[in-house]
């Protein structure tokens, strides 16, 4: 991508206020990879870090104008390379836009796309209400970036993924118009389903500059259980076996390899002998709590568990949720990274961990798997040596390999973290000839220039 005319920069730079409009390449390149790291990322020639959502659509006018490809941004906390930078290109960053409003009657959080999601979680807190949508990247993944790939998390299993929650946005359109979708209306279906068009879209039909999201009550008080499994497939088998009646409110799944990174990383008590660990949680109301708790303890010991413990101290409970949740940074300290984030049905979940690990033995690769197991979304962690050329290749080779497998199993490239650039090689294969074209036409509607994060998805 050519460079864009310095003339162009500087009426950019002169239509908005100071500190908004960067093009020093010090400060520019922290901008150009999220937390994929992807190789192929650009350096982009400017970067607008927006205050609000006129200066987005200043910014989107000026790239239209002069046909220049505008990267979305939030937190940079993605996992598939879908804010990767462009050469040349805009990097627009919503990480300044983080107002919240909470509006207790109608229990809705009014939210500028850049505030993260723990941010939200805390505010609605504050009000005796709750945000359930749950990455375990919450403290740090913006709502923009939540929205722009569907995120989900670990309270999923029972309490659905972001689009469950999104009420209404404003969107800037490729040409700058600012459009205002939903509200804060639980029902309405008032003309096409625009608002959920945009939703999982990753950037590349519009930028969400706010968003009305939808609470509910607190959670209620939740019991834990943990179970040790000789291997990954017996855990799985006991997913199947609990998905069969029940809904907890959380099923994760961790295997023997990412159990013992957590370990090395921050030691929590964890058994590194266990092939496999399921945390389970249930915040089902009084006596049903126990009941549900027990009911997963059955399947667990029917499945082969070779230890179980429940408590309902609240502590005791996060201690294992936080031991998931810093599984990624952990493995990350082992190696270099591709993340996958493949699911299939929930019935073939022993399956697609069998292919995975058909797969790790296949290419000589270490493939550590945490799941969102109650939904049959796996992220299977590919680990290699970014040093050594013959590891990365086998790792490239055994990341696409994971891809197909799940497809074979009629699965998913992707459950949560998007498309981005570094899974849309596979994405053909899983939708195939029709629903690609009709996506590219949806693309091509509404932004005929394609200049919305281009080479990301499609």
């Given at each position: 991508?050519?460079?864009?005319?310095?003339?162009?920069?500087?009426?950019?730079?002169?239509?908005?206020?100071?500190?908004?409009?960067?093009?020093?390449?010090?400060?520019t390149?922290?901008?150009?990879?999220?937390?994929?790291?992807?190789?192929?990322?650009?350096?982009?020639?400017?970067?607008?870090?927006?205050?609000?959502?006129?200066?987005?659509?200043?910014?989107?006018?000026?790239?239209?104008?002069?046909?220049?490809?505008?990267?979305?941004?939030?937190?940079?906390?993605?996992?598939?390379?879908?804010?990767?930078?462009?050469d040349?290109g805009?990097?627009?960053?919503?990480?300044?836009?983080?107002?919240?409003?909470?509006?207790?009657?109608?229990?809705?959080?009014?939210?500028?796309?850049?505030?993260?999601?723990?941010?939200?979680?805390?505010?609605?807190?504050?009000?005796?209400?709750w945000?359930?949508p749950?990455?375990?990247?919450?403290?740090?993944?913006?709502?923009?970036?939540?929205?722009?790939?569907n995120?989900?998390?670990?309270?999923?299993?029972?309490?659905?993924?972001?689009?469950?929650?999104?009420?209404?946005?404003?969107?800037?359109l490729?040409?700058?118009?600012?459009?205002?979708?939903?509200?804060?209306?639980?029902?309405?279906?008032?003309?096409?389903?625009?608002?959920?068009?945009f939703?999982?879209?990753?950037?590349?039909?519009?930028?969400?500059?706010?968003?009305?999201?939808?609470?509910?009550?607190?959670?209620?008080?939740?019991?834990?259980?943990?179970?040790?499994?000789?291997?990954?497939?017996?855990?799985?088998?006991?997913?199947?076996?609990?998905?069969?009646?029940?809904?907890p409110?959380?099923?994760?799944?961790?295997?023997r390899?990412?159990?013992?990174?957590?370990?090395?990383?921050?030691?929590?008590?964890?058994?590194?002998?266990?092939?496999?660990?399921?945390?389970?949680?249930?915040?089902?109301?009084g006596?049903?709590?126990?009941?549900?708790v027990?009911?997963?303890?059955?399947?667990?010991?029917?499945?082969?568990?070779?230890?179980?413990f429940?408590?309902?101290?609240?502590?005791?409970?996060?201690?294992?949720?936080?031991?998931?949740?810093?599984?990624?940074?952990?493995?990350?300290?082992?190696?270099?990274?591709?993340?996958?984030?493949?699911?299939?049905?929930?019935?073939?979940?022993?399956?697609?961990?069998?292919?995975?690990?058909?797969?790790?033995?296949?290419?000589?690769?270490?493939?550590?798997?945490?799941?969102?197991?109650?939904?049959?979304?796996?992220?299977?962690?590919?680990?290699?040596d970014?040093?050594?050329?013959?590891?990365?290749?086998?790792?490239?080779?055994?990341?696409?390999?994971?891809?197909?497998?799940?497809?074979?199993?009629?699965?998913?490239?992707?459950?949560?973290?998007?498309?981005?650039?570094?899974?849309?090689e596979?994405?053909?294969?899983?939708?195939?000839?029709?629903?690609?074209?009709?996506?590219?036409?949806v693309?091509?509607?509404?932004?005929?220039?394609g200049?919305?994060?281009?080479?990301?998805?499609?």
């Amino acid at each position: 991508m050519d460079q864009p005319d310095p003339a162009a920069l500087a009426d950019l730079a002169a239509s908005l206020p100071d500190g908004v409009v960067v093009t020093d390449p010090d400060l520019t390149q922290k901008y150009r990879l999220d937390r994929s790291q992807d190789d192929a990322a650009g350096t982009p020639a400017v970067v607008v870090r927006a205050e609000d959502a006129a200066q987005v659509q200043a910014a989107v006018r000026w790239a239209a104008r002069h046909a220049v490809p505008v990267v979305p941004r939030g937190a940079g906390s993605g996992l598939s390379g879908g804010s990767s930078a462009v050469d040349g290109g805009l990097v627009l960053s919503l990480e300044r836009m983080r107002a919240i409003e909470i509006d207790t009657e109608s229990q809705v959080a009014v939210v500028e796309a850049g505030a993260f999601n723990a941010e939200v979680k805390q505010a609605a807190a504050e009000h005796g209400l709750w945000y359930p949508p749950d990455p375990s990247s919450y403290e740090i993944c913006s709502i923009g970036g939540n929205i722009a790939t569907n995120a989900g998390g670990l309270c999923c299993v029972k309490y659905g993924v972001t689009t469950d929650y999104v009420l209404g946005l404003d969107v800037v359109l490729a040409d700058g118009t600012l459009v205002t979708l939903g509200g804060k209306r639980i029902k309405d279906v008032a003309g096409l389903p625009l608002l959920k068009l945009f939703v999982g879209s990753e950037g590349t039909l519009g930028i969400v500059t706010r968003a009305v999201l939808r609470l509910v009550p607190a959670q209620a008080p939740r019991a834990t259980m943990v179970a040790t499994f000789p291997n990954v497939d017996a855990a799985a088998r006991a997913v199947v076996a609990v998905r069969r009646t029940l809904r907890p409110s959380m099923l994760e799944l961790m295997d023997r390899a990412s159990i013992n990174a957590v370990e090395d990383y921050r030691p929590m008590g964890l058994d590194r002998t266990a092939g496999a660990l399921l945390l389970a949680q249930s915040d089902a109301p009084g006596v049903s709590c126990g009941a549900e708790v027990e009911l997963m303890r059955a399947a667990c010991e029917a499945a082969g568990a070779t230890e179980l413990f429940v408590t309902d101290d609240p502590d005791e409970g996060e201690m294992f949720v936080e031991a998931r949740r810093i599984a990624i940074p952990a493995i990350e300290t082992t190696g270099a990274l591709m993340l996958e984030d493949v699911g299939a049905p929930v019935p073939l979940l022993p399956d697609l961990l069998a292919a995975i690990e058909e797969v790790a033995a296949a290419y000589d690769v270490r493939i550590p798997v945490i799941a969102h197991a109650g939904d049959g979304n796996t992220h299977p962690i590919v680990v290699y040596d970014a040093g050594d050329a013959d590891s990365e290749k086998r790792a490239r080779e055994a990341f696409r390999e994971v891809m197909q497998r799940a497809i074979d199993l009629g699965g998913t490239i992707t459950g949560e973290h998007g498309v981005g650039r570094t899974k849309k090689e596979l994405l053909p294969t899983q939708l195939g000839p029709d629903v690609m074209a009709l996506s590219r036409r949806v693309k091509d509607a509404l932004d005929p220039q394609g200049i919305l994060n281009p080479g990301a998805v499609l």
